[in-house]
């Protein structure tokens, strides 16, 4: 009867150190997906910081074309920021489906992808 209180204790001692290193485990790859994720969104951002800052580049020079065929030093910025303007009203009205859906759907697909497999 001892030796099965034993053997009792020592599986139950057992199962309690496979449980906890399961958790430990579960939390390590929580933190390596949460990194990945984060590497992710932040290459995102900086590839759309460097896409913003050609698109200003592209309208300035766009604005600097436009000045000798007007006359106007005014015309050739306003079309650039008007074109500015109707892009940022089309990203605004459609920012959920444009912007926000798809990296949910990325972030969802992955975490689904990996979490559920």
Avoid: C
């Amino acid at each position: 009867m001892e030796d099965l209180k034993q053997d009792i204790n020592y599986m139950s001692n057992e199962v309690q150190k496979y449980l906890e290193s399961e958790v430990k485990l579960a939390k390590l790859e929580f933190i390596d997906q949460l990194s990945a994720y984060s590497a992710f969104i932040f290459g995102r951002v900086v590839l759309s910081m460097m896409i913003g800052f050609s698109y200003l580049l592209v309208i300035v020079a766009f604005g600097i074309y436009l000045y000798p065929l007007f006359q106007e030093p005014w015309i050739g910025p306003a079309i650039a920021a008007g074109t500015s303007i109707v892009f940022l009203i089309i990203l605004g009205l459609g920012r959920k489906h444009l912007l926000e859906g798809p990296v949910q759907d990325i972030i969802i697909g992955k975490l689904s992808k990996t979490f559920l497999s």
